[in-house]
């Protein structure tokens, strides 16, 4: 009622929704390369913002600034995926979705507890000191943090399209992503292909992660919700579309946001849950008709 | 395959010889504490209150039961703060390790999952945590608790409100309130006692947002209470709500009069927003100002100076009560004689004693009757306590000015 | 006639277990409605390949109806949940009471189980594979928050189940038997179907979805009919743990996704997917280690719980069983019927 009232309210709503899933966003790239590319579907996915926020905050405790802390996030968490690759992804990649899924798991669990124990359950934050925008008397507010975030979320996806359409390895990404026998008998290395496509999403998620703990907070259990919405990005984009991964992550954040006002903070998660849940049965239904299915 | 195996093999060997014998001349406390999770922050502090006050005993010469004195011990575990595993370790504290003498877990949720048990099994908990209501309202036995329960924890904020009502601009009745809590067992029952509260004064509620616990933003909510402009904003949600709440109130630029959580000084708001913190009002269960005292720690500053010293940061009140429970079951070791939980138990429910935290008495439910709760508000950095008035440092400053 | 042996043996254990360690009588109550958890999760996705991280909902659903009529018979549900307020009303219930409860309880909570997994199952069950996986995992979490904002069954405070009279003895015995018995039954059920036109069935489904839809089965009704199935005893297991555990908590014990969800699974795994025996043997090897974990690894118990996982699936995928069968052939092999051999033959050379 109130929203129609006060539309300038739905402005703030919307606008604050949209620069949530900027955020939202950048984390689901990755999830998308990954997908895309090695058939992979990582529910570590939120455990790397995680692990990026940690970067950010102890930047933040060392005096830096933690908008520095944005790109090396995404340089420490690159190795750490690098590393995880070599450890244990690539022993999966060949293998069932499922299993991955399991594994992936399995080191989402691992690595929260390794982070309780290294910083403690506390909820941290990294404070950027930046301003708050105001537009409207005051009326809508935009921190300008987040305002930050949904720029960098831009340009990150700008720089990933233009990285995978133009350089060798990003070329080299596509062709295996099309098909990996192909392009090994081409000569690309695609072991090393996929320890970059693994590497980068987690890069993508620690810088996503270093964003998330200026203009939120972060501590080791906030991993499964950025999983999720990810997942549920991609799955309304489809793979392999990177403006479609925006467009739906900007969405996301702006329903999700409006539902918590309509029904209450409470329903805010069901909302997004169960949009997912509804978003596939519904994609699926419309493809039953055509007797196919959601591959 | 060989180390599945022997952790297989490990494993039932530890099941079959569980229950470890026990030192001689020790007693063994239990106590199932959320040290991983999403309580992980809180359950530690409950630890370090249970750890220093056990070390504290100890080093004065233990407890003498009957004519043996005893050095006091706690076995813990892990309920990674979910209901399901509390329950389930403290029946393995009770039934696999014999320990018949059980310290509460951290939060309401937690308890409330524990106490059955521990009346079912008959045996005395001493629980510094757990502060929901209805732990008390079950004609349960063998639950004691030294803090007070949950709705009056902001109960004093909405008294607050109306005393001040003048200063609002407004009459009691006409004061607006908004309420955002977390979606658990605690906030519920805060939630509870200052809707209670309110409608005593006849206050309206313009805002009841329940924000689920995975939740890290109120941007939803906030907008909401910029749009409905109430008079008092009520907060609870353990440390992440208060770090969330000041944050984004002060983010968003978003002004409310009077301002009231719990949990603020373990999620430490002043060190983290500075000046976005001032103002606001926080309840407590106790305060290093207050002049309680006993023999073991000296006075309530002198426990903050000891806890300061060993774990490098001021108590937090859940370390505080925590300290408590241990020096409630010394003390009632002391009258009954002997461990025997039966004994225990009854001398636990005659408990009349002062210490550092505030004069613990059980009434029949088992639930501290002889402590009020406090009121601290935020002022020049620092917590100064503003309610109740017998103990009140300074006048709250109630409407808070606007913010710059 | 050595098989039968070894069934009663099993029986005869089970029976006298609690007599033998009346110290665990919880820790194997709750191993029981494991074994529960894996062979009904092994139905669906073992048996049938569809592989559910959305299981829970069904221990939830049941979890939730049978304390909401074990009180709503005798009292009204609004006021019980309520008394985390003001109200110092006490609610008690006598032995007749408490048992008339759980009598209605325990089937409403199979009944309204397998309700939620008719409807659901006809609106998910036409998703394939990943898909079908993490709709599921949405399901799970979606349940999990609603039960946390509904009030009249206590929302986010949970849900105290009504305490078991004294004069029913010791109450982690008595559900002890009950959880024995389900386990029993839910074997028997189990394993009968397996050795029906059904279960080729599924496991046709399994094998090739389009082609088992192209020999003219009704695929989506026999999807549905497995996941209702599993979700009957499911809601009477969710019923039994609620009592076991006393508190419901709607995340954290109800719709516990990331606890009893994927632990079913990887009992499963463990044990050998597809199995009859697999499910069983995963879910004791599991709770052995698990309660190894949180007594031996302190704050460790979940970077080991990981670490298992992760090793498991990567590998040992093919879990104890599987593991054996490809060891011992003779020993654990499928008994083989040389007219199926010959029709599987065709389909291998192919």
Request: a neutral charge.
């Amino acid at each position: 009622m109130i929203l129609i009232q006060a539309p300038v309210i739905t402005v703030d709503l919307v606008l604050n929704g949209l620069l949530l899933g900027a955020i939202f966003a950048l984390a689901a790239y990755g999830m998308a390369l990954v997908w895309g590319v090695m058939s992979i579907i990582n529910i570590a996915q939120g455990e790397f913002v995680m692990l990026g926020g940690y970067v950010a905050v102890m930047m933040y405790w060392g005096g830096i600034h933690p908008l520095l802390a944005v790109p090396v996030a995404a340089l420490v968490m690159f190795i750490v995926g690098w590393a995880l690759y070599r450890a244990v992804i690539f022993r999966i990649v060949d293998r069932d979705l499922f299993v991955s899924l399991l594994a992936t798991f399995g080191l989402s669990i691992l690595l929260q507890q390794l982070m309780n124990t290294a910083f403690s359950g506390n909820v941290q934050i990294a404070e950027a000191g930046l301003g708050t925008m105001f537009l409207f008397d005051g009326l809508v507010t935009l921190s300008q943090i987040k305002v930050v975030a949904f720029v960098l979320a831009i340009v990150v996806g700008g720089c990933m399209v233009v990285f995978l359409k133009r350089s060798r390895m990003g070329q080299a990404i596509r062709a295996t992503a099309q098909n990996a026998r192909a392009a090994r008998v081409m000569g690309i290395d695609t072991d090393r292909v996929y320890a970059v496509t693994y590497g980068l999403n987690a890069a993508l998620c620690g810088s996503c992660g270093a964003l998330v703990a200026m203009a939120y907070s972060i501590h080791p259990y906030i991993g499964l919700p950025y999983t999720i919405r990810s997942f549920m990005i991609v799955v309304v984009a489809g793979l392999g579309n990177f403006a479609g991964v925006i467009v739906a992550g900007l969405g996301l954040g702006a329903a999700e946001n409006l539902a918590g006002f309509i029904l209450g903070a409470q329903y805010q998660l069901a909302f997004v849950f169960g949009l997912l849940v509804v978003v596939l049965v519904w994609r699926n239904w419309r493809l039953a008709a055509k007797r196919q299915y959601l591959k | 395959m060989r180390i599945t195996r022997t952790l297989v093999l490990a494993a039932a060997g530890a099941v079959a010889f569980g229950g470890a014998a026990l030192a001689e001349d020790t007693v063994t406390l239990g106590s199932a504490i959320s040290l991983t999770g999403n309580y992980s922050t809180n359950g530690e502090h409950t630890q370090r209150g249970y750890d220093l006050a056990v070390e504290k005993i100890n080093e004065a010469g233990g407890v003498k039961i009957g004519d043996k004195t005893y050095q006091i011990e706690v076995k813990y575990y892990d309920d990674e703060s979910t209901p399901a595993r509390g329950a389930e370790l403290v029946e393995r504290l009770v039934k696999q390790d014999g320990i018949e003498l059980i310290l509460g877990p951290y939060g309401s949720g937690l308890t409330k999952a524990v106490a059955p048990v521990t009346e079912e099994l008959q045996v005395p908990m001493v629980e510094a945590n757990g502060a929901s209501r209805s732990l008390f309202t079950n004609g349960w036995k063998y639950i004691f608790a030294t803090l007070s329960t949950s709705e009056q924890y902001l109960a004093s904020a909405i008294d607050l409100a109306a005393e001040n009502a003048e200063a609002l601009g407004k009459k009691p009745d006409e004061i607006k309130v908004a309420v955002v809590v977390e979606n658990d067992p605690f906030s519920a029952d805060v939630r509870a006692g200052v809707v209670e509260d309110m409608e005593k004064y006849g206050m309206k509620l313009v805002i009841d947002d329940q924000f689920p616990r995975e939740l890290n933003d109120m941007s939803a909510t906030l907008t909401k209470i910029k749009a409905l402009k109430p008079d008092v904003l009520i907060v609870s949600g353990h440390s992440k709500g208060a770090t969330t709440a000041i944050r984004q109130l002060s983010e968003q630029k978003v002004s409310v009069p009077v301002v009231a959580m719990t949990h603020c000084d373990s999620a430490d708001i002043i060190g983290n927003f500075g000046a976005a913190s001032e103002y606001t009002l926080c309840a407590t269960q106790w305060a290093p100002s207050l002049a309680y005292k006993d023999d073991l720690f000296g006075s309530a500053a002198d426990y903050a100076k000891t806890f300061e010293a060993k774990y490098g940061y001021a108590p937090p009140y859940q370390a505080a009560e925590s300290s408590a429970a241990v020096q409630v079951f010394a003390d009632a070791l002391e009258r009954a004689g002997t461990t025997d939980k039966t004994a225990v138990r009854d001398a636990l429910a005659a408990t009349d004693m002062e210490t550092f935290y505030g004069k613990i008495k059980f009434d029949e439910t088992g639930k501290n009757i002889a402590k009020p709760m406090a009121l601290y508000q935020v002022l020049d950095g620092e917590f100064k306590i503003v309610a109740p008035s017998a103990v009140a440092e300074t006048k709250a400053v109630i409407p808070r000015p606007a913010m710059n | 006639m050595s098989r039968l042996i070894g069934y009663a043996a099993i029986l005869a254990i089970g029976i006298a277990a609690p007599y033998l360690f009346p110290n665990y009588q919880s820790q194997m109550a709750e191993l029981w409605l494991f074994i529960v958890f894996a062979l009904t999760w092994d139905l669906v996705g073992g048996q049938m390949g569809y592989n559910s991280f959305g299981n829970v909902v069904f221990i939830g659903v049941g979890m939730y109806t049978c304390a909401i009529v074990q009180v709503g018979l005798f009292y009204s549900v609004t006021d019980y949940n309520a008394a985390k307020g003001g109200g110092q009303t006490v609610f008690t219930f006598d032995v007749v009471q408490y048992l008339e409860g759980l009598a209605v309880g325990l089937p409403l909570a199979a009944v309204a189980a397998g309700i939620v997994a008719a409807i659901l199952g006809s609106a998910v069950l036409g998703m394939r594979g990943h898909y079908f996986a993490i709709c599921t995992l949405g399901l799970g979490v979606a349940a999990g928050q609603i039960a946390n904002g509904w009030d009249w069954i206590g929302a986010g405070s949970g849900m105290v189940v009504p305490h078991a009279p004294s004069g029913l003895g010791e109450t982690s015995r008595f559900y002890y038997y009950l959880a024995f018995v389900l386990a029993v039954l839910t074997f028997i059920v189990v394993s009968w179907l397996y050795s029906t036109r059904f279960g080729l069935a599924i496991n046709a489904i399994r094998d090739d979805e389009d082609k088992a839809e192209a020999m003219g089965l009704p695929t989506t009704r026999i999807k549905v009919t497995a996941w209702v199935i599993s979700a009957l005893f499911l809601g009477v297991a969710g019923g039994l743990l609620g009592n076991l555990k006393r508190f419901i908590d709607p995340i954290e014990v109800a719709f516990a996704g990331a606890s009893f969800g994927v632990w079913m699974v990887l009992m499963v795994i463990l044990g050998g997917k597809g199995t009859l025996w697999g499910p069983v043997i995963g879910a004791i090897v599991f709770q052995l280690l698990k309660e190894f974990f949180w007594t031996y690894l302190l704050g460790w118990q979940r970077v080991a719980l990981g670490l298992m996982i992760v090793l498991i699936v990567v590998f040992f995928p093919q879990g104890i069983l599987g593991f054996l069968r490809e060891r011992f052939p003779e020993r654990f092999g499928h008994k083989v019927d040389p007219a199926l051999a010959r029709g599987a033959a065709g389909e291998a050379a192919k």
